[in-house]
């Protein structure tokens, strides 16, 4: 008998509806201005760490894959996440800072990038969530993870053969 008490990732409800954060957008997502309410979800079970998902609760068919700029793996410096956090009047231990993944599969090669143009910032105390977009022309739209993009491929081949 099928569970109907589970998402699409396989996590029971009960136990994301428990530990779930609902972070408020109050002008919505670039392209997406009625989506105003987003939470984050591990992809797959953590199959797919260290890539995130951020689910729209007024429209869920709507998901964006975030790389989270962590623990020392963050593609911005030090003095960029500060000014990112400082910028809302918050400090850089508040908030959380992720960037739009775009996957693509040219010729069958698995090939992710992410936007450091415009990163998502989320302040876990306020449950208040903005994207920040830099005018600045340093920032790359479309910058490449190509480690990541290596390593999808070769579990992706693993488990198939």
């Known amino acids: 008998m099928e569970d109907n008490n589970k998402t ?3 996590t029971p409800m009960a136990t994301v509806a428990e530990s779930i954060k609902i972070y408020e957008f109050s002008t919505g997502v670039p392209g997406f201005p009625e989506l105003k309410k987003f939470y984050i979800q591990n992809l797959k079970d953590g ?17 964006f894959i975030l790389y989270p700029h962590v623990n020392g793996e963050s593609l911005f410096d030090q003095e960029s996440l500060g000014t990112f956090a400082k910028a809302y009047d918050r400090e850089q231990g508040d908030v959380d800072i992720y960037s739009v993944v775009t996957v693509r599969e040219p010729n069958g090669h698995l090939h992710l990038t992410t936007n450091l143009k415009a990163p998502i910032v989320l302040d876990r105390g306020r ?26 491929q070769k579990v992706r081949a693993e488990n198939h053969s």
């Not at 199959?47 to 998901?63: C, E, G, Q, R, T």
């Not at 449950?127 to 480690?147: M, N, R, V």
């Open 8 to 10: 699409k990732q396989g």
């Open 47 to 63: 199959f797919y760490d260290p890539l995130k998902l951020m689910v729209s609760v007024d429209n869920p068919a709507i998901s």
């Open 127 to 152: 449950q208040k969530g903005w994207q920040h977009i830099l005018t600045s022309k340093d920032s790359d739209l479309a910058f490449p993870l190509d480690k990541l993009s290596k390593n999808f």
